[in-house]
C-alpha cells in the first residue's frame, strides 16, 4: 500500500477540449449543411463485463496506472425541410476515435475482488455510423421516423488474440417510430416502436473441470455472439383537465402499456450443467 500525507495531491491530470461546428444555410431549398468537430476528454471510465452471464458495469475513476479516455468525433449532416416547414428530413455521418479505452481481460474476477482495477487492460476504440431522421411537427398527426446504422470496436492487446473486436455497443441497426395523434384539444394517444439489434455478448466456446469445479473457456474473438435482437411496442393515452378560470393550474391524466405484444426480450443469459 502506498500511504499520502493530509493535503498532498495524489494525482492530476489536464486536458483541453476544443469544439468547432460550421453551418452553410442554403435559403433556395430551405436546407443546410452542418459539420462539426470535438476533442474531449473523461475521468471516470466504465468497464462492461457479461461473462457471468449478467451484464456488469464498473466505473473507474482515473488515478497513475488508468489514464483519462480521450476521443475525437467528426460529423457532417444535411439538414431539409418541406411542406412549409411541416416535415424536417436529414442525414448525418460520423466517425468517433478514443484513446485511453478500457476493458476487462479474459476470465476477469470481479466477485469480491478488492483490487478489481487489477482486471483491466487499456487500448483503443473507433465508431462510426449514419443517421436519418424524418419528422412531422404540426398538425393533428405528428411524429418521427428515425434509423440509425453503426458500429462500434476495440483493439486492446491481450483481449481476442489483439485483434479488432466489437464493442459492448455495436448495435448496427437502430430504428424508432413515433406515432402521435391529437383526437381533440383534451386527448391525445400515442404509439412508438422501437427495434434494436442484439447486444454483443461473449459466450464461453468450451469448458474444463478443476477439481470439482467446472470453469468456462473463453477463446477466440470477444463479443463474438449476440442476444436476440430487441423490440418492443409502448402506447399510451393522455387526457388532459378542464382548463378553469378560478383555478391557476391544469392536470392530466396518463395510461400507457409498457411492451404492449408482450416481448420475451433477453436481459440475461445462463448456462447450465445438463
Same mark, same amino acid.
Given at each position: 500500500?502506498?500511504? @499520502? %500525507? $493530509? %493535503? &498532498?495531491?495524489?494525482?492530476?491530470?489536464?486536458?483541453? &477540449?476544443?469544439?468547432?461546428?460550421?453551418?452553410?444555410?442554403?435559403?433556395?431549398?430551405?436546407?443546410?449543411?452542418?459539420?462539426?468537430?470535438?476533442?474531449?476528454?473523461?475521468?471516470?471510465?466504465?468497464?462492461?463485463?457479461?461473462?457471468?452471464?449478467?451484464?456488469?458495469?464498473?466505473?473507474?475513476?482515473?488515478?497513475?496506472?488508468?489514464?483519462?479516455?480521450?476521443?475525437?468525433?467528426?460529423?457532417?449532416?444535411?439538414?431539409?425541410?418541406?411542406?412549409?416547414?411541416?416535415?424536417?428530413?436529414?442525414?448525418?455521418?460520423?466517425?468517433?476515435?478514443?484513446? /485511453?479505452?478500457?476493458?476487462?481481460?479474459?476470465?476477469?474476477?470481479?466477485?469480491?475482488?478488492?483490487?478489481?482495477?487489477?482486471?483491466?487492460?487499456?487500448?483503443?476504440?473507433?465508431?462510426?455510423?449514419?443517421?436519418?431522421?424524418?419528422?412531422?411537427?404540426?398538425? $393533428?398527426?405528428?411524429?418521427?421516423?428515425? @434509423?440509425?446504422?453503426?458500429?462500434?470496436?476495440?483493439?486492446? $492487446?491481450?483481449?481476442?488474440?489483439?485483434? &479488432? !473486436?466489437?464493442?459492448?455497443?455495436?448495435?448496427?441497426?437502430?430504428?424508432?417510430?413515433?406515432?402521435?395523434?391529437?383526437?381533440?384539444?383534451?386527448?391525445?394517444?400515442?404509439?412508438?416502436?422501437?427495434?434494436?439489434?442484439?447486444?454483443?455478448?461473449?459466450?464461453?466456446?468450451?469448458?474444463?473441470?478443476?477439481?470439482?469445479?467446472?470453469?468456462?473457456?473463453?477463446?477466440?474473438?470477444?463479443?463474438?455472439?449476440? @442476444?436476440?435482437? !430487441?423490440?418492443?411496442?409502448?402506447?399510451?393515452?393522455?387526457?388532459?383537465?378542464? &382548463?378553469?378560470?378560478?383555478?391557476?393550474?391544469? %392536470?392530466?391524466?396518463?395510461?400507457?402499456?409498457?411492451?404492449? !405484444?408482450?416481448? $420475451? /426480450?433477453?436481459?440475461?443469459?445462463?448456462?447450465?450443467?445438463?
Amino acid at each position: 500500500s502506498t500511504m @499520502y %500525507g $493530509k %493535503g &498532498e495531491i495524489y494525482n492530476t491530470y489536464f486536458a483541453v &477540449e476544443p469544439r468547432v461546428g460550421l453551418v452553410f444555410v442554403i435559403p433556395s431549398i430551405g436546407s443546410s449543411v452542418k459539420a462539426a468537430y470535438s476533442h474531449t476528454s473523461q475521468s471516470v471510465l466504465l468497464g462492461s463485463n457479461s461473462n457471468g452471464g449478467m451484464p456488469l458495469d464498473v466505473w473507474f475513476p482515473v488515478n497513475k496506472h488508468i489514464k483519462p479516455q480521450h476521443s475525437d468525433q467528426y460529423t457532417i449532416g444535411f439538414f431539409k425541410n418541406f411542406l412549409d416547414n411541416k416535415l424536417e428530413a436529414s442525414v448525418e455521418v460520423y466517425y468517433k476515435t478514443i484513446s /485511453n479505452l478500457i476493458d476487462f481481460k479474459d476470465n476477469a474476477q470481479l466477485i469480491a475482488n478488492y483490487n478489481i482495477e487489477t482486471e483491466i487492460l487499456t487500448g483503443k476504440g473507433r465508431s462510426y455510423g449514419i443517421e436519418l431522421l424524418l419528422r412531422k411537427n404540426v398538425g $393533428k398527426v405528428t411524429g418521427w421516423l428515425s @434509423y440509425t446504422y453503426s458500429r462500434s470496436f476495440r483493439t486492446v $492487446k491481450g483481449i481476442s488474440l489483439d485483434q &479488432e !473486436y466489437r464493442s459492448p455497443f455495436d448495435r448496427p441497426h437502430n430504428f424508432v417510430a413515433v406515432l402521435s395523434y391529437d383526437i381533440n384539444d383534451r386527448i391525445n394517444v400515442s404509439a412508438n416502436w422501437i427495434y434494436n439489434t442484439g447486444q454483443p455478448v461473449p459466450y464461453p466456446s468450451g469448458k474444463m473441470q478443476y477439481g470439482n469445479k467446472l470453469i468456462p473457456i473463453y477463446s477466440g474473438e470477444r463479443n463474438g455472439y449476440r @442476444y436476440d435482437d !430487441y423490440h418492443r411496442l409502448d402506447l399510451s393515452a393522455t387526457i388532459k383537465g378542464k &382548463e378553469r378560470k378560478r383555478i391557476p393550474w391544469r %392536470g392530466e391524466w396518463n395510461f400507457s402499456v409498457y411492451n404492449a !405484444y408482450g416481448r $420475451k /426480450n433477453t436481459w440475461a443469459v445462463f448456462f447450465s450443467q445438463d
